[in-house]
């Protein structure tokens, strides 16, 4: 993927809105030109210039506004200009196609984040934000993608990537004096080093993780047996009867997905067939889709009924271990319960009513809680790379740990620490490749 800066780039950065007001950005060698041609003069940094936008034979595209941000003082790190236009689409792009004329190309999908990317203008993290904030479909995912704009998550792996430097360091001086007759690596000190990196790695895996569903939105895999009332329970929460409900067993056989927010917090639900042995084979597929639901889920909610509640249990047995688990205990309105809520058995039990509701408040509140709700102000957007980064370097750390304590070997942990150290850094882009970026800004809209 091509790095270079050398050029000028352009791009409609947003259409017309119901100001009917639109914007052409431009960033690059060529803007101070480009503005003195349209402006008629040289522009004031940062002034808001009046100016009528003319095409190469001098006919008038459009009257608006000429702003020039120079570089370094600006997004990209590069010199920028900005034409707002009022109009339509079709003046926004005789407006792009004469920026064109004087110097500039197209931009491809996410230039001008890539360029504050390459200019240290943003890390990689905080790029990834600005996509993020674009796409938000809640206020509180917009609320966490600015917070990792501001680089609240980057500062966190910046504290942890210190941390963990710093006990490299404290490793490899051990390796360095082999001589030595103390044996520096058995110094407690390092273990409680390497614990403390630990926890701190911990912490920031949990936000980043609150952080991935609230971008991403919770998806929640309601399973268990036929009719147990997984389909009721999609409407309930869903306010429409988006799935048929029948006394037949076996009548849901695909996953019926539904989008919806809870207090501005995004859910993902998804109603699968029920579980259950049968010869009928559309139903067979209904039931292994729904089992690769729930590899695929951040919560499998199983319903059931106090009939069957410790049965189903088994329902977990194949669940990945960083799924969260609830139970509902649905049709206490037959059953004369009321709704009542504990933790046990691993799982958050809600004791509940799809039929008429009683209960559902707190299966809501949780289902909310898990998204990340109330997760504060200092909650911030990640991405699903960020979470398996992060794993990684839990993974090389614990294998750190497990080498200081069978054979004290300093340098298999050292180079355990190094991989760690290097999965760290991929997340704000310390250590990137080509194809990780292109990716990347591939993803973003074009103008951004």
Not at 33 to 55: C, E, W, Y
Not at 163 to 181: C, G, K, N, Q, Y
């Amino acid at each position: 993927m091509p790095t270079t800066t050398n050029d000028t780039i352009a791009a409609i950065a947003s259409a017309p809105g119901a100001a009917g007001v639109g914007v052409v950005r431009v960033s690059g060698p060529a803007v101070l030109a480009i503005a003195q041609t349209l402006l008629g003069r040289a522009p004031q940094p940062r002034h808001a210039h009046f100016a009528a936008f003319r095409d190469v034979a001098g006919e008038l595209i459009d009257r608006g506004l000429l702003l020039h941000f120079p570089a370094p003082a600006s997004y990209t790190g590069e010199h920028v200009l900005e034409l707002q236009g009022h109009g339509s689409a079709v003046l926004l792009d005789l407006l792009l196609r004469r920026v064109c004329e004087l110097g500039a190309r197209l931009a491809r999908p996410g230039e001008f984040t890539e360029r504050a990317f390459l200019n240290g203008k943003l890390d990689l993290a905080q790029a990834e934000a600005v996509a993020d904030l674009i796409a938000a479909r809640s206020q509180a995912g917009a609320r966490a993608a600015l917070q990792s704009m501001e680089g609240v998550f980057s500062r966190k792996v910046e504290a942890l990537l210190q941390s963990l430097i710093a006990l490299r360091v404290h490793i490899e001086a051990a390796i360095d004096f082999p001589e030595e007759e103390i044996d520096f690596l058995a110094d407690p000190a390092i273990t409680r080093q390497l614990d403390a990196v630990r926890a701190e790695l911990a912490d920031l895996l949990r936000e980043a993780q609150r952080g991935l569903r609230l971008n991403d939105g919770l998806r929640v895999a309601i399973i268990g047996r036929p009719n147990a009332g997984k389909s009721s329970l999609l409407n309930a929460l869903a306010g429409s009867d988006r799935a048929i409900v029948n006394a037949v067993a076996g009548t849901t056989r695909d996953v019926l997905r539904e989008n919806l927010s809870l207090d501005g917090i995004m859910l993902e639900l998804a109603d699968t067939a029920g579980l259950r042995e049968t010869d009928d084979e559309v139903e067979r597929e209904g039931v292994r889709r729904a089992h690769g639901e729930l590899q695929r889920a951040d919560v499998a909610l199983l319903v059931t009924d106090i009939e069957h509640a410790n049965a189903d249990l088994a329902f977990f047995s194949a669940l990945p271990p960083n799924v969260e688990r609830m139970v509902l205990v649905n049709k206490i309105d037959r059953d004369g319960l009321a709704p009542y809520a504990e933790q046990r058995d691993h799982a958050h039990w809600l004791w509940a009513s799809a039929k008429t509701g009683e209960g559902l408040d707190s299966l809501r509140d949780r289902l909310k809680h898990l998204a990340g709700a109330g997760s504060g102000e200092g909650a911030f957007s990640a991405r699903r790379r960020h979470v398996l980064a992060l794993q990684q370097v839990a993974t090389h750390l614990d294998h750190t740990a497990v080498v200081l304590a069978a054979a004290r070997a300093g340098e298999l942990a050292a180079e355990e620490l190094r991989h760690a150290q290097h999965a760290l850094g991929e997340i704000t882009g310390n250590y990137s490749s080509d194809d990780l970026l292109g990716a990347i800004f591939g993803s973003f809209c074009i103008g951004k």
